[in-house]
């Protein structure tokens, strides 16, 4: 079944993605945010976790997400419970440096 204009999804790469505000307000606004590419770890744990919170809000299972916040269940609990969470996560977020330095 071919897929009608309302149904279509637009989808967006964030580039220096930092911790990820303008992927939330793209996702938030309807869009498919297919990769975040940021060299910075730290940054790079909050994009996890927010993509974290989107795959089990569409699951409908939220409160996983609330039970880790409260330290209830480990982040490794959830990617053993959801592995498909765990690649679409591996996929989305890219730690990674362009350009060249030694110039």
Do not use: H
Request: a positive charge.
């Amino acid at each position: 079944m071919p897929i009608t204009k309302s149904e279509k999804k637009y989808c967006v790469i964030d580039l220096f993605a930092g911790c990820g505000g303008l992927s939330e307000g793209f996702k938030q606004a309807g869009f498919e945010i297919v990769a975040q590419i940021e060299m910075d770890k730290w940054a790079c744990e909050s994009l996890k976790t927010r993509c974290l919170y989107w795959q089990l809000k569409e699951r409908n299972k939220i409160y996983f997400y609330q039970k880790y916040l409260r330290n209830d269940i480990t982040w490794k609990d959830i990617m053993n419970r959801f592995p498909e969470i765990k690649k679409i996560i591996s996929y989305c977020v890219i730690q990674a440096t362009f350009g060249n330095d030694a110039i």
